[in-house]
């Protein structure tokens, strides 16, 4: 299944409440799948990561917000960290997954900036060791009771842990080095790409993920693969998803000829976009928001 989604405005100055709020309804009115948030807890000062990464709401608060705002469309987080205690992180997402009618798709990745792991008490070594336990316990949370757990990073002593969600929501995890593909293909629900991934070679990671889940005695064709779309709306060509409305049509039909299952365009990833004024930002955001829509296939003309 093909599934186009768009992120809500979450990072810089155009990630006005109002804004948020627009984009979800509207992006269900438009027929989208999805709507995503990313996580960025902190930005080290001497760091240059850049304007994306300077300004973030909570992704899990904004989402709560615009569920009561909509009824059918998707709910996504690409992706939650490592750092997050998983038990309450298995709380936050069950709670919303109950109260948004179950459609939560909870990304999880093992994080990258050590000053996050620093400022939350969290080891910052042996991350793969400690993703694979933090699958094993959101899982544990959401179908066992009581729930008991003794791993290496985490012990839960035998608990009950209610109310649970009527369905589980599924887990995709992020990473891209083998290591992390292999492994969502044996624990995970999916893999979600992360914003600088070469997209002209995605389909040789999908791969990956497939081969380790047959492996494993899992199915392949019940994975979801997930790709961030970092879309910039350009005159010229400038790359996969970079480009005119037409160009960047193309280039989504074509991840979809790779395996790639879900779509999601992200201006957040547009430095143009989270460093104009917020009326900019969002008149532009708005434009590739009803232009870049499901219902839309083949009206782009030549733009």
């Known amino acids: 299944m093909e599934r186009i989604g768009f992120a809500l405005p ?10 948020v709020r627009r984009v979800a309804t509207r992006a269900e009115e438009l027929g989208y799948d999805s709507l ?3 996580q960025r807890l902190l930005y080290p000062v001497g760091h240059q990561m850049g304007p994306i ?3 973030v709401h909570d992704p899990l608060i904004t989402l709560a917000h615009v569920s009561g705002l909509t009824r059918e469309i998707e709910l996504g987080v690409a992706v939650v960290n490592a750092y997050v205690p998983p038990v309450l992180l298995a ?3 069950a709670t919303l997954q109950t109260l948004s009618g179950g459609r939560v798709l909870a ?5 990258w900036l050590e000053e996050e792991f620093q400022a939350t008490g969290v080891g910052f070594e042996a991350r793969g060791r400690r993703g694979e336990e933090y699958v094993e316990l959101l899982r544990a949370c959401w179908n066992s009771d009581p729930v008991e757990y003794k791993g290496e990073f985490y012990q839960v002593p035998a608990s009950h842990l209610d109310p649970k969600p009527e369905t589980a929501p599924p887990v995709l995890l992020g990473g891209a ?7 969502a293909g044996r624990l995970a629900d999916g893999w979600v790409s992360a ?4 997209l002209d070679t995605i389909d040789e990671k999908i791969s990956v993920v497939r081969a380790a889940a047959e492996e494993a005695g899992r199915d392949p064709a019940t994975l979801r693969f997930v790709v961030r779309g970092v879309t910039k709306v350009r005159l010229e ?3 996969p998803l970079t480009g005119t409305y037409a160009q960047i049509a193309e280039d989504v039909a074509e991840l979809f000829a790779k395996g790639v299952t879900d779509v999601f365009h992200d201006l957040n990833f547009d430095p143009e976009i989270v460093t104009a004024s917020p009326t900019e930002a969002m008149a532009r955001a708005e434009e590739a928001l009803e232009i870049l829509a499901p219902s839309r296939p083949g009206e782009f003309g030549a733009e």
């Open 10 to 19: 979450v990072s810089g100055p155009w990630a006005r409440p109002e804004n």
């Open 36 to 38: 995503w948030t990313f």
């Open 53 to 55: 990464y300077r300004s």
């Open 91 to 93: 709380k936050e997402l």
């Open 107 to 111: 990304g999880v990745g093992l994080g």
């Open 177 to 183: 080095a083998e290591r992390a593909l292999r492994r």
């Open 195 to 198: 914003s600088r991934e070469n």
């Open 237 to 239: 060509r400038g790359g």
